[in-house]
């Protein structure tokens, strides 16, 4: 049986539209990904209850979006930012404290952002004030160093490429965490869980380049995990 894999959707709300009240949507990449891997997609909106997909998902997706309230890192915004819906952030904040920490987790983008700031770690609001330059913005294909002694090393390899579309990244690195991949300018491009048995967090957009081995290694080891998890709960007691 595949594993059951949520992840949380893009909100656009509408109040006064009537008819449809706004949008709750996600890039078909993200669903291709997960059942190219073996897996079985669900879309989760802001209404979900958390508790009750916690009992019921296999492995969680966090994926692209807008940016994270600088409040959460008690910071105040840059100029730039435009925030997520907080529909959507508090959503996503109760299903990740709800779910059992043994279930898999894999943030992309905004997801990698997630994971540092839920563990008290801040975000660079605004990259190029620190490196210089916009080409993490137009979805740049990059190349990215791999941590040698890292999980995520042991899963794609000592280097990796994507695509790049995002404007802010890891600052401080939040508690129980440690830097899993880096770019050239020194931007950490990834992070992964030093408590949690399979929790990952990648800057760059691996479903966004599904022909490039090592973003087919990410997702099919995630699902593959899912898949132990699912199981590990259809034991009997």
């Known amino acids: 049986m595949k594993p059951i894999i949520g992840i949380t959707g893009h909100v656009e709300r509408e109040p006064e539209n009537s008819r449809t009240g706004g949008r709750v949507q996600l ?10 891997a073996g897996g079985s997609p669900v879309i989760i909106p802001p209404q979900a209850d958390a508790s009750a997909l916690s009992q019921i998902l296999d492995g969680l997706l966090i994926p692209g979006g807008p940016d994270i309230d600088a409040g959460e890192f008690d910071e105040v915004n840059h100029p730039s930012v435009v925030t997520v819906d907080p529909a959507r952030f508090g ?31 801040s975000l660079i609001q605004h990259l190029p004030d620190v490196v210089g330059h916009d080409l993490d913005i137009p979805g740049t294909l990059q190349s990215y ?27 401080r690195l939040g508690s129980d965490l440690r830097i899993a991949a880096k770019n050239t300018d020194g931007i950490v491009e990834g992070l992964e869980s030093t408590t949690f048995p399979w929790m990952i967090g990648v800057q760059w957009h691996p479903e966004r380049s599904l022909d490039k081995s090592d973003s087919q290694a990410l997702f099919s080891a995630f699902i593959k995990a899912a898949s132990e998890y699912a199981r590990s709960r259809s034991k009997p007691v």
């Open 27 to 36: 890039n078909w990449n993200y669903c291709q990904a997960i059942e190219d």
């Open 91 to 121: 959503l996503e904040k109760r299903l990740f404290q709800a779910i059992n920490p043994a279930m898999p987790v894999l943030g992309i983008c905004y997801g990698c952002q997630f994971i540092n700031v839920l563990h008290g770690g």
């Open 145 to 171: 160093e791999i941590e040698p002694e890292s999980f995520l090393g042991e899963l794609i390899g000592s280097r990796a490429q994507g695509q790049s579309w995002h404007h802010q990244a890891v600052g």
